[in-house]
Each structure stands twice: as C-alpha cells, then as structure tokens.
C-alpha cells in the first residue's frame, strides 16, 4: 500500500512547539513514538532492494539511549550503513512510506538527538573506511562513519594529523561536521566543521549528491551545522596537516572572570596554538595553552606569559591551603580536589605518550581520559555560546546555577574563531547571531558519579542554564532533541520559520531525524 507523500495543500503543523510539556515551564519530554504504520509494507519493499533489516530485541536495544542516558527509545528496526547507494534507496523507501529514520554515527548526543522513537536506526558505523589521503595537498576522503580516533591512527601512518576535532574522539567524523565540533585549538583554526572542503551527501529524498562551498553551495551550506536535518553525510574530504607532537603548559586561577578575560587576550593575539579553559567547580581555574613548535613556545614565554595574571602550581597550591585551612567545614570539597587531581593529572602524562613534558599522541590521550573522567551512567551537559562580550556573564551565571544543584561539577570553556567565508554556514547553529572574529562556548558539567538524580531534576537545572541563554541572546551547542522547546526562544520565528520551510521542501514526509529540530 502506497501512501502519498504530502497532501495537496497541506503545509502541516509547526513541529517546533514552545513547550512540549504542558504546565511545565520550558521542559520538552520525550517524542510520542511512531505507532508503526506501514511498517511491514516497508520492511518489504527495502529487503527487495537488497537492504538488511535488524528486527531482533538484542539489535534494536542496544541503541536504547545515547550517551545522556536520559532518554530512551526503540526503533523498529536497524540498518547498518553499508554505502551510499544503500542510505538513498533506503531514504527514497522511507518516504514513500513515511517511516522516520534517525541517523547514529558515535552516539555521543546527550539529549537524544540521536535515539529513536520508533521507525529505522541507521548506523553509521559501517562506512568508517578512509578513501583517500593526499599529503601533498593535505587533504583526506573519508567515510563519515569513522571516528575520529581510527582517522587520526590512519593520518599518523603517514605522518600526518587532523586539524581540528572534537575533544571526544569516539565522536563520528559525520556528526561533528553535523553539529560542528570544538578542539582546544578551535580559537586558532575554527570548529571542526570549518575543514570540511567538500561532502557527498544524501539527501532525505533519496538523491546522491557531492557539494562543496562552491558546487552545491546552498546543500553544504545547510548540512554543515544543520543538526541532520537536510541530509545524511556519507563521505568527506577535511583538510589535515602535517604531524607535530605538541607541549602543554597549565596556569592556575582562582576566578573564573580573569581567566577568561586571560584567555580572550590570549586568542585575539594568536599567542598559543591551543588554548582553553578546564576548572574543577569554581575552585581550581586552569588556562591550558600548548605548542606545535619550540618557536612558538619561547615566543608565548617571553612575551605573553609574564601578562598573565595566573599562579604556578605550587603557588596555587599554597593559595588553596590557606582558603580552605580559613574555612574548615569545607575540608571535603578541599579534599575532592586533591582528588580529583591526583586522578587526572597522571592520565594526562603517561609515560606511554609523553616524553620529556611533549604530548606525543594527544589523540589517544584525549579520547581515554575525557571518557574515563567525564563519562558516566547519565551525562547532563548543557552549555551557553556566546559572543566574546557575552561570555564572562554567561559563565558566572551558569557556575553559580552549578553550585546551587551540584556538589562537584567541572566547566570546559573554549573559543572558536569564525570564517567570514563560513558565515552561512552558522546560521541556526550553535554560532550566535551577534558573534564576530570569534564565539566562546561553556559546557556546564555535573559530575554525577554514582550518584542518582531523576529526570526532572536534572531537566530543571538544564532549563536554567538555557535560561541564561535565552535572557542574554545567546546560542547553544545541543539545543535540540529534549531541549527542542528553546528553539523559538532563541532564534525567534522568522528565522526558525525559514528554516522549517528550508526543511519541508526537503524532507517531504518530514522523516529523517525528525525529533532532532524539527
């Protein structure tokens, strides 16, 4: 039974509602999940094309959730991304049918972006070949279902490394680019969506399409940053560089306000190659900055680093002994800290990857350590994005809402410097509107452990970190999925309805990741 895919006419219901939930101030629930319909007629017609389809309780299960842990769904069936022949008949067979496929590359979303509620999982994990690498022109084709950790092992082979990644790297190279991706060297070289030179991509309809800034501009465009929504990534081609190990510097804050404004002087003066903010609560501010080369290095010690108003470790160490011996009943957040060091510190200068203080694989030590210390059973992670002027605000605020809802939490801050040339590329995305030169973001981390927080709870301290966004006009890395309700707030409806309308023409039967934004 063949279904038509629009009605004459019909334009449909704004699937962008301001609240989900009923009576409960800016909290979006779960999506209803799809009831099914057509589902063997489909099962049919995609296995006669030659696709296989995971029906079994173990297969479907196993993407239940997504790294948030805080919601949960069931597809009715798997399909493992096999090339990109396969995604387009199956796309062109979801819509005749009208049955929604929600894409997963490293399930790493935590708002359950990529959980689906029914209809066709479709895992990207099967297309993680590399296809090409040009050291000349220092460039990669790859398949976008890779994670970054295999990718970078690949370049390695050749002396070569990525540009810019996202600092987990069992994230998907398809994902990032979808929703753009931040390094500690993103305020030198842009998110990692910003070396992408080209992509083939299929559309939602079913067609198989290569574009680039300059061949199918509006496509890329909107797939760069679009959140899954105008087609699913199938190949890229990135630009990488040569390898260099990198040496790493640490300087200690006790406020939050100065080593931000540090760490913008830093940035608009091109002193580091890497640069960003890790804190453990508001207690322990740590500005990171690292090396590619020994000139680059002595250059940021003889001149910028004498303009810091940053301690050393032991000078920061003897600043903490004496806060917390002035206020004894503290003593157990004095002793999470010496902690929570001791812990860390060590997994980030193992002798395996580091010699005489150089960092000699930063890929393998990044994706071991950011999940063993920052991974958890649930993982709540709002953040702000903001333009530089904004950010001090939004990070003082945001900290002060942590303290209020968590023991122990930690901040990562980072810049992005914006392309002129990529400016369509950040429209609806986590760029704010108002950013020029560079964007700051703020990840607002629980570290939940093994303690058990319900769902409402840490849905309310998500809405008032969003809060502060929507009060000071800023933008958001994950505002879709649960948070799908913020969307309205904080692009206002021309913008969104332009999008939609983007979208609708697409997507005719609204199917792919259809619960992510729209």
Partial sequence: MHIPLVEPGTVGPCPVAPDALQGIKRQQTNPARWRGSNWNEFTVAVRACGIEVLETTAARAAFATDAGGTAYGL??????????????????????????????GGGLTTEGESVAFGGVLLDMSGMSRVLHIDAAALTVRTEAGIFWHSLAEELRRQDLDYLSAPLNL?????????????????????????????LQVVT????????????????????????GQFGVITEATLRVRRYTPLRMHYFYYASLRTAIEDLQLLDRNDASDYSGILTIMDCAVNVLVAFDSTERETAFLADWRPRLRAY?????????????????????????????????????????YMRDGTMLDRSV??????????GSRQMVIPDLATSAPKFVEAVERGNAVCRRYFPHYTLYLVGIR??????????????????EGWAYGCEFEPMLGDGVY????????????????????????????????YIRRVFGDALVDRHLALKRAADPAMILNRHVIF
């Fill in 75 to 104: 597809p009715h069936g798997v399909v493992i991304a096999r090339g990109a022949e396969q995604i387009a008949l199956l796309l062109q067979t979801a819509q005749e049918y009208r049955v929604p496929v929600t894409v997963c």
């Fill in 204 to 227: 939602p309809t079913g067609e198989i399409v290569e574009c680039s800034d300059t061949h199918n501009a509006e496509l890329f465009q909107r797939v760069i940053l679009g959140y």
């Fill in 454 to 485: 319900s769902r409402d709870f840490l849905q309310s301290f998500k809405n008032e970190i969003y809060d502060i966004g929507v009060d000071i006009g800023a933008s958001y890395y994950r505002f879709g999925g649960m948070m799908k309700g």
């Fill in 418 to 435: 914006l392309r002129p040339e990529h400016r369509a590329h950040y429209e609806m995305s986590c760029i704010p509107q108002d950013a």
């Fill in 365 to 374: 030590v990044f994706s071991r350590a950011v999940w063993k210390f920052w």
């Fill in 312 to 352: 050393g470790e032991f000078g920061f160490a003897l600043r903490t002994l004496a806060h917390y011996v002035l206020r004894p009943w503290k003593l157990g957040e004095a002793w999470y800290l010496l902690k929570r060091k001791r812990e860390l510190f060590p997994e980030l200068q193992r002798s395996e």
């Fill in 170 to 198: 069992t994230s998907s190279v398809g994902g990032t680019l979808g929703v753009g991706g931040i390094d500690v060297n993103s305020a030198r070289l842009g998110c990692s969506a910003d070396q992408a030179l080209a």
